[in-house]
């Protein structure tokens, strides 16, 4: 994961979730030869139908910088060709992912990527590209709300404006670094890919089953141990933000939204009405 991001603790959804659709995607895929791959399963999908004020949705859950989800968010945008394709990134940090896309093919030494999220931006043609997550203004007065309500715990309070602070710096950090990067040869590096244990280079099943067996662990791990009160205010903050953003997207046709394996099920439940405020 790359350090401008919030950290998922809560592990990965579980794919088995909502596992029993009869493809919906299908439904609005263009170019269906782009899915026919092992990467892009069901299981790390889901999909928001269509409804009157607004087009379909289309979530798709990633493992930052994994290169099975590189080549997910990749396929899928390419195959669905959306109005609107949002991420999991502060605004702020569109600028420096787009640099970022436009010199992958180029990149050398080992240098950031910009993973799943360039390789989004990367294949989204026409599409309006997005960043849906905090630091934002919807992501600051649900924050500020939640500490002017009484029984938001003082503990759990403190640690989520510290994480805020936190990874407000550092959105910053990359604002400028874009900045820098656009009228100048220097390029600061401010991201560092997370590692995992298959790369680009193997075959896309052996990407497939490395991603499927780490988040297997992951659950695994994550599922004996209580999250910190700040961290679940903060996911849920967060989620709450990135669907409400997704749903006015939504009004300019379908979307698709690459987010983190932990965020599909709930941002999908309040898309879909069963977590809405």
Known sequence: MTEHQY?????????TAHAESDRPLDRVVRDDSRLDDPRVDDTYLRVVPSIERGGT??????????????????????????????????PLV?????????????????????????????ASGDGRVVGIDAPNWAYGRRLVAALRARET???????AVRNTL???????????SAAVRAVTP???SVETAAAHDSSVTDPPAAQAADEARQLSRSRALLGA?????????????R???????????????????????????????????????
């Open 94 to 122: 569109i600028p420096l992912y787009r640099q970022y896309a436009s010199e992958r093919d180029g990149r050398t030494g080992g240098a950031y990527d910009g993973g799943e999220m360039a390789a989004a931006l990367a």
């Open 7 to 15: 950290t998922d603790e809560r592990g990965a959804a579980d794919p």
């Open 153 to 159: 715990d003082r503990e759990a309070a403190v640690s």
């Open 225 to 237: 141990l209580k999250l910190p009160p700040g961290q679940e205010l903060v996911d849920e903050l």
């Open 239 to 277: 989620e709450a933000s990135m669907a409400s953003r997704i749903e006015s997207l939504r009004t300019e046709g379908s979307v698709v939204a690459v987010v983190g394996h932990a965020h599909l099920d709930p941002i999908r439940d309040r898309l879909a009405g069963e977590g809405s405020e």
């Open 57 to 90: 949705v289309v979530l798709v859950g990633v493992t930052h910088d994994h290169p099975a989800s590189q080549a997910r968010a990749r396929r899928v945008v390419a195959g669905v060709a959306p109005a609107v394709v949002a991420l999991e990134l502060s």
């Open 166 to 176: 936190s990874v407000s710096r550092h959105t910053v950090t990359c604002a400028v």
């Open 186 to 188: 220097w390029a600061p």
